[in-house]
């Protein structure tokens, strides 16, 4: 990789001032989530690293699912995503087309030593659900689900805690267990959107067990056994949220208040999905406004 700056147009004219890790900022989070992302709760100093991490892991996401590019395009970018990841990693400057990514992630590298494993799972669970995808391929039974929800999820929860300096073994079980939770919780929020796009992540033993017709899955079809797959799956998120929740009490000032609002989120989603019957498999239940007062009451008495 060259990374000399270009010659100047006209002799003796001065160089356009390159971005640096120490100086480049991560883009704010626009994306819609079901849980605040370094909002004005977070701890003012970290929330340009934890907007930086979550602009790498937003981003690795969008180059997996987002767009027209067939699989083949989805995997080599999302290794050259990897290749990037390592070269700043090694204080190298990352290729143009993600700088705006990970020159910031490349500054939170340096100044909170992110542990490198964790940021290479979240692309192996990507370059997974790619694969996947593309052969029309699910998800056998809850354990290879809570493997992907390993890397795919549960890294971005240790991230955090890195950052708050929280690292014995309860807490990474119970962040692990919210994280694993927010995680199906989308799944299940998003039936009516990934399945019509190949995206499988109702366990096949699941559906055996409730009698759910593949076809009827497919096709979107609200059955009494498809209602009560969902219903199971949401109860199982809802006991893997309530496991992780005392985690709230771990956290420092505000940043125990921000989980408290990203756990609340997520079992708000639970009782939308709930509340459906089967019904997000044509209808993708969202929060509104007064969602997030009904949230910010629960989080009070948390």
């Not at 992302?37 to 929330?47: D, E, F, G, M, T």
């Not at 971005?156 to 079980?173: M, P």
């Not at 927010?182 to 039936?191: K, V």
Request: charged content about 20%; proline content about 8%.
């Amino acid at each position: 990789m060259n990374d000399r700056p270009s010659p100047s147009p006209h002799p003796g004219a001065a160089s356009a001032p390159q971005p640096t890790a120490t100086d480049a900022v991560a883009p704010p989070v626009t994306h819609y989530e079901n849980f605040p992302v370094a909002s004005l709760l977070c701890p003012p100093h970290l929330r340009q690293p934890i907007a930086a991490i979550y602009g790498f892991a937003r981003t690795a996401d969008d180059i997996a699912d987002e767009g027209d590019a067939l699989p083949a395009a989805r995997l080599a970018d999302l290794a050259a995503y990897l290749a990037d990841l390592r070269a700043i990693a090694q204080g190298q400057a990352p290729s143009p087309r993600w700088a705006s990514v990970f020159l910031p992630l490349q500054g939170v590298l340096r100044s909170h030593q992110l542990p490198m494993p964790l940021l290479e799972d979240l692309l192996s669970a990507f370059a997974q659900d790619v694969e996947k995808t593309r052969d029309g391929e699910g998800y056998a039974d809850r354990d290879e689900l809570l493997d992907y929800c390993r890397r795919s999820a549960n890294p971005v929860g240790r991230l955090l805690l890195h950052l708050y300096g929280v690292h014995d073994a309860q807490a990474l079980r119970q962040s692990d267990a919210i994280c694993t939770a927010l995680q199906l919780i989308n799944f299940w929020q998003d039936l009516s959107v990934d399945i019509p796009r190949g995206r499988h992540y109702l366990p096949r033993a699941d559906c055996a067990t409730y009698g759910a017709c593949q076809s009827e899955l497919l096709a979107l079809q609200s059955t009494r056994e498809n209602a009560r797959l969902i219903a199971d799956c949401a109860h199982w998120a809802r006991t893997m949220m309530q496991s992780g929740a005392p985690l709230v009490h771990r956290l420092p000032g505000r940043a125990g208040w921000e989980l408290r609002l990203v756990v609340q989120g997520g079992l708000r989603i639970l009782d939308k999905v709930d509340a459906l019957k089967g019904g997000s498999l044509h209808t993708r239940p969202k929060l509104r406004g007064w969602d997030w007062c009904v949230m910010l009451g629960r989080a009070l008495l948390m």
